[in-house]
T-cell receptor, first 110, second 118 residues
Framework: GENVEQHPSTLSVQEGDSAVIKCTYSDSASNYFPWYKQELGKGPQLIIDIRSNVGEKKDQRIAVTLNKTAKHFSLHITETQPEDSAVYFCAARGNEKLTFGTGTRLTIIP | GAVVSQHPSRVICKSGTSVKIECRSLDFQATTMFWYRQFPKQSLMLMATSNEGSKATYEQGVEKDKFLINHASLTLSTLTVTSAHPEDSSFYIC??????????????FGSGTRLTVV
């Protein structure tokens, strides 16, 4: 089955700086890669996603890049704000199921 | 946008009792529901996948007789934790496939249920 690795597990960034979280996946048949933000005690919230036929996607301060050959994808958050502090999960879709990465706890330092 | 309503948000039950968690898709028809379990500071682990009107498919290591899943309609799926024990204490989250999103890529998550078994 699919295996998704995510790094780093924790990340502290000064407010206004950029944050980058990286994931690798194992199943070359995976075709959809969403990123979720999870706040304490809540369900995951989709922040951006990318499909396998696209290399990059941007939505305001958030961007995702996908390298299918290397089987890795990354989340980029620019101009970070305190409200960006949360746990972020990447995921890969293969066989109709989402497999999640291990999560990154992002802390924005004011 | 698509919304999945999950209830209850928190539940405390005594060991040996059963607990039912409901997930409803409010403005779309969800042919497929996914149930996840998340332990503190860990990732979401898929427990089972259910299609409307069919038996659920459980992931390896998940006891189907302990975690009963019913998906009787296109808008409602339930997870019943039977004979709950303290080790079943966890955060349970449902997710529904949104057919309105192009090429079936959409997944909408519920807000989760914190189950504590005492």
């Amino acid at each position: 089955g699919e295996n998704v690795e995510q790094h780093p597990s924790t990340l502290s960034v000064q407010e206004g700086d950029s944050a980058v979280i990286k994931c690798t996946y194992s199943d070359s048949a995976s075709n959809y890669f969403p990123w979720y933000k999870q706040e304490l005690g809540k369900g995951p919230q989709l922040i951006i996603d990318i499909r396998s036929n696209v290399g990059e996607k941007k939505d305001q301060r958030i961007a995702v890049t996908l390298n299918k050959t290397a089987k890795h994808f990354s989340l980029h958050i620019t101009e970070t704000q305190p409200e960006d502090s949360a746990v972020y999960f990447c995921a890969a879709r293969g066989n109709e199921k989402l497999t999640f990465g291990t999560g990154t706890r992002l802390t924005i330092i004011p | 946008g698509a919304v999945v309503s999950q209830h209850p948000s928190r539940v405390i039950c005594k060991s040996g009792t059963s607990v039912k968690i409901e997930c409803r898709s409010l403005d779309f028809q969800a042919t497929t529901m996914f149930w996840y379990r998340q332990f503190p500071k860990q990732s979401l682990m898929l427990m089972a996948t259910s299609n409307e009107g069919s038996k659920a498919t459980y992931e390896q290591g998940v006891e189907k007789d302990k975690f009963l899943i019913n998906h009787a309609s296109l808008t409602l799926s339930t997870l019943t934790v039977t004979s709950a024990h303290p080790e079943d204490s966890s955060f349970y989250i449902c997710s529904a496939r949104d057919l309105a999103v192009a090429v079936n890529y959409g997944y909408t998550f519920g807000s989760g249920t914190r189950l504590t078994v005492v």
